[in-house]
T-cell receptor
Framework: LAKTTQPISMDSYEGQEVNITCSHNNIATNDYITWYQQFPSQGPRFIIQGYKTKVTNEVASLFIPADRKSSTLSLPRVSLSDTAVYYCLVGLSGNTGKLIFGQGTTLQVKP | NAGVTQTPKFRVLKTGQSMTLLCAQDMNHEYMYWYRQDPGMGLRLIHYSVGEGTTAKGEVPDGYNVSRLKKQNFLLGLESAAPSQTSVYFC????????????FGSGTRLTVV
């Protein structure tokens, strides 16, 4: 299981673009990169997943360089409601599909 | 379309008491999981199930038991609660082994005094 490293916390202001980078040097060939978001007092929810290059949906973009040893979650024009913990996950533990979470990045958006 | 429902949402137990947390999903998901979340620790996997009638240990299984008698329900039991089990418990389910398809419940906040 590829270990991930991401910043513990980040601050931003409303309207700014936020980029959260995750390092995963030991990513395996068939591993996907997935990001989850967790609001206070709620369970995590899926944001985006990618394998290589760029993926975009209505919530965020995910940038993955060619070597796949890192990835960047990009949140355009954040608002106060984007204040949350963001988790980067790579691969699965064994073949059971169980997610293993790290500490995540706490994003604080200020007015 | 309820998704994943956890009951109760809050509970206070005395040390040594027992209780069962219920997780129910209506998405016909094969896989179900119990996590606990403590401040600064992220989510840690307690037990999981890959199908009806199956259970397996996760990262932190000690002090907990689980049962999956029906596909839609996954029960987490504390036989003799300890203060160290004070935490927020999350249940999740998924249809496939892919790491994107997880649906989490809203959590149960348990305090053991």
């Amino acid at each position: 299981l590829a270990k991930t490293t991401q910043p513990i916390s980040m601050d931003s202001y409303e309207g700014q673009e936020v980029n959260i980078t995750c390092s995963h040097n030991n990513i395996a060939t068939n591993d996907y990169i997935t990001w989850y978001q967790q609001f206070p007092s709620q369970g995590p929810r899926f944001i985006i997943q990618g394998y290589k290059t760029k993926v975009t949906n209505e919530v965020a973009s995910l940038f993955i360089p060619a070597d796949r040893k890192s990835s960047t979650l990009s949140l355009p024009r954040v608002s106060l409601s984007d204040t949350a913990v963001y988790y980067c996950l790579v691969g699965l533990s064994g073949n059971t599909g169980k997610l293993i979470f790290g500490q995540g990045t706490t994003l604080q958006v200020k007015p | 379309n309820a998704g994943v429902t956890q009951t109760p949402k809050f509970r206070v137990l005395k040390t040594g008491q027992s209780m069962t947390l219920l997780c129910a999903q209506d998405m016909n998901h094969e896989y179900m999981y119990w996590y606990r979340q403590d401040p600064g620790m992220g989510l840690r996997l307690i037990h999981y199930s890959v199908g009806e009638g199956t259970t397996a240990k996760g990262e932190v299984p000690d002090g907990y038991n689980v049962s999956r008698l029906k596909k839609q329900n996954f029960l987490l039991g504390l036989e003799s609660a300890a203060p160290s089990q004070t935490s927020v418990y999350f249940c999740a389910s998924s249809y496939t082994l892919s790491n994107y398809g997880y649906t989490f419940g809203s959590g149960t906040r348990l305090t053991v005094v």
